[in-house]
């Protein structure tokens, strides 16, 4: 039986077509929606998204489902805690749209300092106000604070100092490799900046970071672009900004946002003048897209061919285990099994393996981490194998 695979969001055809070439039931619905996710996924073995959300209801409902790959950088359209309860492994492709969504906040930079969407939406009225328009400041010189200077901060990092801004650099982790200043708390940083650009991923930590203590912080006049995750900022709190401090903002994110593709939207921040909003477009190039889909398909073939996930996302970074037991063994056929046999004999659950080869293949070593302590007959059994070399055993 092929492997079936649902793409639920628009994505180009040329890799659509590599897929099939693959032997692979390819279905493509770019339309599916989040409530038609439950349906559309019972018999499917990998499901690719972009921005459609995948749900606890559409994660239980799928019966064969064993890979989600969420075709851009972040996961959080995508219930991990659904996943991981059924053992689904989740993907993302990071950094393959970086310097898209960097070119759109430098574009949103220069449209907010020279008020290019008003400049159009006038003439386009029939208006002509050339004096209320010539009194644009300017990038160069100005100072550009990046928060968060992962993959796009880097790319928007290169873009500035192209344009002579000064940029400085404040991350959720130590910054290394890119040549900006660090700074340990925002309350240094925010009040030196022009122009600030967010580009941080949704978490308990940035979660609100820009709330109303932050935006104290902030310059008058100073602009505000987030082309990350509309859950960074408190809109509240940035209207109030806005409306004390003449705050002006360029967002490519924004809460509630509508999740189909085209129809009407209705939101309290579009009647403001200090706002402009895009469609959540910062990863929508052909050049973002092709590579996003490309690493897809890579994703895909390799899990096809060898098991192995690139960038598995859901992977636990720590395990609960509290006793490490190494054993050096010779390499043969039913030396593990043994030692297997005699931890599982002993009820004691083993929640990371990993068996190293030496160099010529005659040896290896097997490190496993354990949830409880093995015994000293248990080690004494395991010796009791020709094949063991060597056992040693102790607590993390």
Known sequence: ?????????????????????????????????????????KETDILVVRSTKVNANTINAAQKLNLIIRAGAGVNNIDIPAANKKG????????????????????????????????????RNGKWNKAEYSKAQGLKGKTLGIIGVGNIGKEVTKRAQAFGMNVYGKDITRIEGVQVKDFSEMDQLLPLCDVISIHLPVTPETRDLFNKEMFGYMKPNSLL???????IIDEEAMLEAIKEKNIRVALDVFKDEPEYKQGEVKSPLQS?????????????????????????????????????????????KLSDAKYQLVVKHFDKPGVLASILDIIREGKINIEEIENVIFDGGLAANCTMKLMNPVTTEMIKKMYENPDVLSVSHGAL
């Open 88 to 123: 689904v492994y989740v993907a993302n492709c990071p950094g393959k749209n970086a310097i898209a969504v960097a070119e759109l906040a430098i574009g949103l930079m220069i449209a907010l300092d020279r008020r290019i969407p008003d400049n159009v939406i006038d003439f």
């Open 225 to 231: 672009i987030n082309t990350s995750r509309a859950e």
């Open 1 to 41: 039986m092929k492997v079936k695979i649902i793409i639920a969001d628009k994505f180009p055809e040329k890799y659509i077509e590599e897929l099939k070439d693959l032997d692979l039931d390819v279905d493509y619905s770019p339309k599916l929606g989040e409530d038609d996710l439950p349906d559309a996924v």
């Open 272 to 316: 403001n003048p200090n706002i402009y909003i895009t469609h959540h477009i910062g990863a929508s190039t052909a050049q973002a897209q092709n590579a996003v889909a490309e690493e897809t398909v890579n994703i895909i073939k390799h899990y096809l061919h060898s098991g192995i996930i690139d960038h598995w996302v859901n992977r636990a």
